[in-house]
């Protein structure tokens, strides 16, 4: 869910100065798995955000991907590489 107000701005991904680790605001997990993820509880002061709004940006700012909300969009991409691939399109 992207957050709009202060100091998330309406970015996508989500840096954790704290932990050094950034967040996709769009997969975050529901609440059940919001224990891994911790999405929900960055401090305000420990926002970090990123110009341009990327994973290569975050990387290289040098936050570790999330792996409770990152993977998510990386898995669905592979999917689709693999089923592309795979030649099942007539
Ligand atoms: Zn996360």
Request: aromatic share 10%; charged share 25%; net charge negative.
């Amino acid at each position: 869910m992207i957050r709009f107000h202060t100091p998330f701005d309406g970015k996508r991904f989500i840096g954790d100065k704290q932990k050094q680790v950034f967040h996709d605001s769009y997969y975050e997990p529901g609440p059940a798995r919001l224990g891994g993820c911790q999405i929900n509880h960055v401090a305000p002061e420990d926002v970090r955000i990123f110009d341009p709004d990327s994973p290569a940006e975050a990387i290289e700012q040098g936050f570790a991907p999330c792996p409770e909300c990152l993977w998510i969009e990386q898995g669905l991409h592979e999917l689709g590489v693999r089923a592309r691939a795979s030649g099942r399109a007539s």
